[in-house]
């Protein structure tokens, strides 16, 4: 069947509300978005489209909308600037407008002398005063109050959230004076004889002081370590957790717990009897992560026990309080689903509104549980932090990168905590490209945009914030999701979707906010379909890009290193790709075969790789760094040479790549079909790679070396 065209006041409506009605395909084909998709996501915003009349009195909505406010619920500005704020109030009565800054001064701000005619909104007519902020206000997050003389035109609506941020970020000194060097990895890959089933903080903080102490590297780029549900199944995908401002404590190192050796003698036996039965899987060809963590909640639950003395039981007690209510209802969202089980939208209807009193009375009748998973997040504060020590003490100059996911799962703890800043009946995607020809669906609910402003995007700042403390930088996956996401209609194809719009000036404008506080750098994932514009945005503010060299190439062949962004990190390969030595041998094109994901003959699109492998090889031997018929580790080390000799800020290489592992860790547009994020690290011959064995590497130092330009 043929899609409907939309309406021309169907798609003024679209527009009006950020939503696009057309786009250009990755093959260059211009693209109409479909009625019915439009009706649904606009549905998806709040917005009634279901007659010809409703679109009509939405369209009318849009102008009004903002005089029913006092003020806007949320103003966003670069420091130094000085927008104008359209207070609305009763006609004719009087309006003043203070300044309250964070540091608790107070200052007037001026109004401008503006006439606007005023209008009838309900029955009644509603004037606009106007009033330009000053541009001397320090960066920060502060309150405007607006003050009347009679009753406002709605009540709440005489406070905006103002956040001023800064023009640029600054990067970090080490940055400012050439090139930094570090690793990647997936951490739980990553297996030492003392892991859990899977790689955690301990292994991490060995890694990065080997990576330092040997490597001379700067940083260590690690998977989002965001937190996934308390109860099996527990999501393998780092990139689709319950909430991104919490860990999930499957991470932690149970041994570098204080009290543990406060237990009694019955319970340190059973934790070594807990540690014993899962380290028998750090050999296993599989990560089984519900098994590490039945382990680790059991002997969680025995340390919890003994309770906290002294300055340790002060911390948490400040860290509780630091976190707040965000923190308290997620504990309480993991208490619920380890007493009723997962999804919550199966709980007894009285607990799905984390308002309800009967929420208030569980948490009240289950306050040890509820503290016990405070806790948790607790330790992996103090852990996280002491990784960051270990890597700064070992040499690094930024130590621990992390990464933020795009999304949150649908089921998941900010679908509960958070359904007032998301959108329902949509999930985000993004569209047919070269590597992903049907599209990809990642089942996460996006950011409802005006709802995070009338939150004062208070939602994304608190798990930023979380993201940067004890870190060296952050990686933003997707960051053009900051500008727009792909949102899909529930029911229809990833092919069916289209773009909602952000206003990626206040949310990039705080994640620079937050990380000039945090003295963290900001990498922007910016791969595949980009926006006009949106990278040079990004570099305007400071932000660094992502180039893979596998996709810097033009049809003459690669770019050459010497043309690569400066402000950029820099990697051969990445985890939505094979290892460089499965790239090599098509390890991507016999998985897509296998799983059906190819759109042209298999034969066609091996011939296709083969050429662009055969065209890196001969860009590789015209510079002198590659032998004509050389094998598969003199190629890897020399793409990384080519990375070396590229002015990017920031270089990476992958800890797959150091030791020979062929297999891809993800293949995108993929669930059961492939296993996805439960690949352990691995050799060659595709046995288990222990993090010992990294420790002892050959051909570690070659690539540092090789990357460096050495």
């Given at each position: 069947m043929t899609p409907v065209a939309p309406s021309p006041a169907l798609v003024e409506l679209a527009h009006a509300h950020g939503?696009?009605?057309?786009?250009?395909?990755?093959?260059?084909?211009?693209?109409?978005?479909?009625?019915?998709?439009?009706?649904?996501?606009?549905?998806?915003?709040?917005?009634?489209?279901?007659?010809?009349?409703?679109?009509?009195?939405?369209?009318?909505?849009?102008?009004?909308?903002?005089?029913?406010?006092?003020?806007?619920?949320?103003?966003?500005?670069?420091?130094?600037?000085?927008?104008?704020?359209?207070?609305?109030?009763?006609?004719?009565?009087?309006?003043?407008?203070?300044?309250?800054?964070?540091?608790?001064?107070?200052?007037?701000?001026?109004?401008?002398?503006?006439?606007?005619?005023?209008?009838?909104?309900?029955?009644?007519?509603?004037?606009?005063?106007?009033?330009?902020?000053?541009?001397?206000?320090?960066?920060?997050?502060?309150?405007?109050?607006?003050h009347l003389d009679g009753p406002a035109v709605a009540d709440g609506t005489g406070v905006a959230t103002l956040v001023v941020t800064p023009e640029r970020l600054e990067l970090p000194e080490v940055l400012r004076h050439g090139g930094v060097t570090g690793l990647m990895t997936q951490i739980y890959q990553v297996r030492s004889a003392g892991s859990w089933g899977l790689g955690?903080?301990?292994?991490?903080?060995?890694?990065?002081?080997?990576?330092?102490?040997?490597?001379?590297?700067?940083?260590?780029?690690?998977?989002?370590?965001?937190?996934?549900?308390p109860v099996a199944p527990m999501e393998p995908s780092p990139y689709l957790p319950t909430t991104r401002r919490f860990v999930?404590?499957?991470?932690?190192?149970?041994?570098?717990?204080?009290?543990?050796?406060?237990?009694?003698?019955?319970?340190?036996?059973?934790?070594?009897?807990?540690?014993?039965?899962?380290?028998?899987?750090?050999?296993?060809?599989?990560?089984?992560r519900d098994a590490a963590w039945a382990a680790k909640r059991e002997a969680l639950g025995l340390v919890h026990a003994v309770g906290l003395e002294g300055r340790r039981a002060r911390d948490f007690d400040r860290f509780c309080e630091r976190e707040g209510e965000g923190l308290a209802t997620f504990a309480t969202w993991c208490a619920l689903a380890e007493r009723h089980g997962l999804p919550w939208s199966q709980w007894p209807s009285e607990y799905h509104d984390p308002e309800s009193p009967a929420v208030a009375e569980f948490t009240a009748a289950h306050t040890a549980l509820v503290g016990f998973h405070m806790w948790l997040q607790w330790l992996l504060d103090r852990q996280l932090g002491e990784v960051q020590r270990e890597a700064k003490d070992a040499g690094m100059s930024l130590g621990v990168v992390h990464d933020l996911a795009v999304g949150v799962h649908p089921r998941g703890a900010d679908s509960w905590g958070l359904a007032h800043a998301l959108a329902r009946g949509v999930t985000v995607g993004a569209p047919p490209d070269q590597f992903n020809q049907l599209g990809q669906n990642w089942s996460q609910p996006p950011w409802h945009p005006e709802r995070l402003a009338e939150l004062g995007y208070a939602p994304f700042r608190d798990m930023v914030r979380t993201v940067l403390r004890d870190s060296g930088g952050i990686r933003v996956d997707h960051i053009i999701g900051l500008f727009r996401l792909w949102w899909i209609p529930?029911?229809?194809?990833?092919?069916?979707?289209?773009?909602?719009?952000?206003?990626?000036?206040?949310?990039?404008?705080?994640?620079?906010?937050?990380?000039?506080?945090?003295?963290?750098v900001v990498i922007g994932?910016?791969?595949?379909?980009?926006?006009?514009?949106?990278?040079?945005?990004?570099?305007?503010?400071?932000v660094?890009?992502?180039?893979?060299?596998?996709?810097?190439?033009?049809d003459e062949g690669p770019i050459p290193p010497e043309d690569y962004r400066?402000?950029?990190?820099?990697?051969?390969?990445?985890?939505?790709?094979?290892?460089t030595a499965g790239f090599l041998t098509l390890e991507h094109v016999d998985i897509r075969e296998r799983l059906g994901l190819l759109t042209r003959p298999v034969e066609e699109e091996r011939a296709q790789e083969e050429q662009s492998i055969a065209t890196m090889r001969e860009a590789l031997v015209a510079r002198g760094w590659l032998e004509e018929g050389a094998g598969l580790p003199s190629v890897i080390e020399a793409m990384h040479r080519w990375l070396g000799h590229t002015p990017s800020a920031m270089l990476a290489v992958s800890l797959a790549d150091v030791v020979g592992d062929r297999r891809a860790i993800n293949q995108p547009g993929t669930d059961d079909e492939y296993p996805n994020w439960r690949i352990p690290l691995a050799g060659p011959d595709e046995r288990p790679v222990?993090?010992?064995?990294?420790?002892?590497?050959?051909?570690?130092?070659?690539?540092?070396?090789?990357?460096?330009?050495?």
């Open positions: 939503v696009a009605t057309e786009f250009v395909d990755w093959k260059g084909t211009h693209t109409v978005i479909a009625d019915g998709a439009l009706r649904s996501v606009l549905a998806a915003l709040g917005v009634p489209t279901d007659s010809e009349e409703s679109v009509t009195a939405a369209l009318a909505e849009v102008e009004d909308r903002p005089w029913r406010r006092t003020l806007p619920a949320t103003v966003v500005c670069r420091e130094g600037w000085t927008p104008w704020v359209r207070a609305h109030v009763p006609h004719g009565a009087a309006v003043s407008l203070t300044l309250e800054l964070e540091d608790g001064s107070v200052r007037e701000v001026p109004q401008v002398e503006r006439w606007v005619h005023p209008r009838t909104i309900d029955g009644r007519e509603v004037g606009e005063a106007t009033f330009e902020l000053p541009g001397d206000v320090p960066t920060g997050w502060h309150r405007l109050v607006a955690d903080l301990g292994d991490l903080g060995e890694l990065a002081s080997w990576a330092a102490s040997d490597l001379g590297a700067d940083f260590v780029l690690i998977n989002p370590l965001h937190a996934a549900e999930n404590p499957v991470y932690l190192r149970i041994e570098d717990i204080p009290e543990l050796v406060r237990l009694d003698e019955a319970a340190r036996e059973r934790v070594a009897e807990l540690a014993a039965g899962v380290q028998a899987l750090n050999t296993a060809d599989t990560i089984d529930e029911g229809l194809t990833p092919a069916d979707g289209t773009y909602v719009t952000y206003d990626h000036e206040a949310l990039i404008g705080i994640l620079c906010l937050e990380a000039q506080r945090a003295g963290a994932e910016d791969l595949g379909v980009v926006p006009a514009n949106a990278r040079e945005y990004l570099s305007e503010r400071g660094l890009g992502t180039s893979i060299m596998w996709f810097e190439t033009t400066e402000l950029c990190l820099s990697s051969v390969t990445t985890h939505d790709l094979p290892p222990s993090l010992e064995e990294v420790l002892e590497s050959e051909l570690a130092p070659v690539l540092f070396e090789a990357t460096r330009g050495d």
